[in-house]
């Protein structure tokens, strides 16, 4: 099955596509959108968005330019003028009947920042070298985890796996889309959406190359071409059942393990205890299985904000508190909190679909704060819309914080380090393959330690 040729005409596109009207929703920074040109419509990306005056400018799929006017400026696109593709809800369940008569399944973590960044830190950074499953993690506020996911997924995906997607599927334009995730994430429940101390964690996953393509058969070859062949954001993990699991909670488990490092104990995948913790948040609407539209099992799984958190071998496992209320009872004790964070503490700024984008903040940074110190980079200045309050945004952590941000002290003198062992590694470390993901891992024997990152000399 050889690639089709880049420059293919438009109106002989594949029929996975239905471009429909777009809306100021559902365009964002590498959105893939249809536009008119002279010559007849074109394919092309939005290259920066202004949403709240619904302006976009979009760069073009052949050319790799922006569109510009005969002025030579950025020609100004509205909304009315674009449209985007939306039969991807109707193609892809197409394509997953009669993929396979094993019930696919999949889980959605919903935790609080502190979990959020715990496993973020534990899954490391994105592989920006070669496809893996998942790319990238990113945690999204409930807040917008639905109108919010175009803002967070075109400033939270790594930019490098842009490039990367683009030489998987140089044959034709890639964007990203969120509309996998924002399938489940409408099913959540309005309650969802006013967890200003929760995040949902979802994953980024990028198009099938032609080598993949061409070493399966049938409609999983049409899936992995017509289907996944985008930047996609996803559910936390997802994954077919197999024969020897014993239905879709363990493949939903499987999955999460193997595609994330991560476990949850059996209590807290028990739908009593589940049911527990929505009451005592407040999210009686949250349910606690669903479909996605590939049919898939979803579970939508609830950390409550005193999880147990351990890593063992490689793995961040996240079990019940010690003598924990939602283990025997319907309410928690008077007294116990409902959220993680006190309630006075300030919130820090969620992204809202109407944001600014950080390259509009970079560009006011002189004239809205120039009065003001300077800051190290890559930090920047924000100034919330909620209260007009001023905080500062890190560019490459994707992290906001409302303490002002100082230089890095200079790195202490090192002390007398250990020989390395024959393989490189401090004493006691050997390196591994996981048989599950295929990632690097090391152990050290002494301890009965597992982890992915490099062991540090000590």
């Not at 973020?120 to 920006?128: A, P, Y």
């Not at 979803?298 to 283990?327: N, R």
């Not at 006075?344 to 110190?373: C, H, I, N, Y």
Request: glycine letters at 6%.
């Amino acid at each position: 099955m050889p690639p089709p040729n880049k420059k293919q005409k438009l109106n002989e596109a594949e029929s996975s596509y239905e471009w429909v009207q777009a809306t100021p929703g559902d365009l964002n920074i590498a959105t893939a959108v249809l536009y008119e040109a002279v010559d007849g419509p074109r394919r092309g990306v939005i290259y920066d968005a202004f949403e709240p005056v619904d302006h976009y400018w979009v760069e073009d799929e052949e050319t790799c330019e922006v569109v510009r006017t005969e002025e030579g400026d950025c020609h100004d696109f509205h909304s009315a003028d674009l449209k985007v593709a939306k039969a991807v809800v109707e193609f892809s369940t197409e394509l997953a009947q009669g993929a396979t008569e094993l019930q696919s399944a999949g889980v959605l973590l919903i935790g609080t920042e502190p979990q959020m960044l715990k496993i973020l830190k534990h899954f490391g950074e994105s592989n920006t070298e070669e496809r893996t499953v998942p790319q990238q993690l990113l945690a999204i506020p409930c807040v917008d985890c639905v109108d919010g996911l175009a803002h967070h997924a075109a400033t939270g995906v790594n930019s490098g796996l842009r490039e990367l997607a683009k030489q998987l599927r140089d044959d034709i334009q890639v964007g990203l889309r969120v509309a996998h995730l924002k399938h489940v994430t409408k099913e959540l429940g309005e309650d969802v959406v006013k967890q200003e101390d929760y995040f949902c964690l979802a994953s980024v996953h990028l198009p099938f190359d032609w080598e993949a393509i061409e070493e399966v058969d049938g409609e999983e070859s049409l899936r992995r071409k017509d289907l996944w062949n985008q930047i996609d954001l996803c559910i936390t993990a997802t994954g077919e059942g197999q024969p020897e699991h014993s239905g879709p909670v363990e493949t939903a488990r499987v999955v999460l393990g193997e595609h994330c490092g991560l476990e949850v104990s059996d209590e807290l995948w028990r739908s009593e205890v589940q049911t527990r913790l929505r009451g005592h948040l407040n999210l009686q609407s949250l349910p606690l299985r669903l479909k996605d539209q590939m049919g898939a099992e979803v579970f939508p799984l609830l950390l409550p904000s005193d999880a147990a958190v351990t890593s063992i071998k490689g793995v961040l496992c996240f079990g019940e508190a010690p003598d924990a209320w939602y283990l025997t009872q319907d309410t928690a004790p008077a007294g116990t909190a409902p959220t993680a964070r006190a309630k006075e503490a300030p919130a820090l700024e969620s992204s809202p679909a109407k944001a600014k984008t950080v390259r509009d903040w970079e560009a006011e940074q002189e004239d809205e704060f120039g009065d003001l110190p300077p800051i190290p980079a890559p930090w920047i200045r924000v100034k919330s819309r909620k209260d007009g309050k001023v905080y500062y945004w890190n560019k490459e952590t994707q992290k906001a914080s409302f303490k002002l941000p100082t230089e890095e002290p200079p790195p202490a003198m090192a002390p007398p380090v250990e020989p390395l062992n024959s393989s490189g590694l401090p004493p006691g470390w050997t390196q591994h393959v996981s048989k599950s993901n295929g990632k690097i891992y090391y152990f050290h024997e002494a301890t009965n330690h597992s982890q992915y990152f490099y062991p540090k000399i000590k």
